[in-house]
Nanobody, 116 residues
């Protein structure tokens, strides 16, 4: 079955960096677009970044553009999110996601906390 496992979260000071990774299994990874989302306490889950199965340019939300970079390794079946210049407002649980047909699959999430 589809499985997404995030890792790499933690506590970091404002201005610091973290690299999140999502390990995928149970589907033909190279064929699908992959996304990262985040959910802060008391807020809805928001889009962060998407990387396509094709060579199309990745998409980012406006508040992370220029600071975050999404990448994928089809051989390893992983999708990473490099996060630089982190801010307290980046504090959230970060989720990896894939849409297959009519189903959206999520990982369990990884907590990112940015202290000021």
């Amino acid at each position: 079955q589809v499985q997404l496992v995030e890792s790499g979260g933690g506590l970091v000071q404002s201005g610091g960096s973290l690299r999140l990774s999502c390990a995928a299994s149970g589907f033909t990874f190279w064929y699908y677009d992959m996304g990262w989302y985040r959910q802060a306490p008391g807020k809805e889950r928001d889009f962060v970044a998407r990387i396509y199965s094709s060579n199309e340019k990745p998409q980012y939300s406006g508040d992370v553009t220029g600071r975050f970079t999404i990448s994928r390794d089809n051989a390893k079946k992983t999708v990473d999110l490099q996060m630089n210049d982190l801010k307290p407002e980046d504090t959230a649980v970060y989720y990896c996601s894939v849409v297959i047909g009519v189903m959206t699959y999520w990982g369990q999430g990884t907590q990112v906390t940015v202290s000021s």
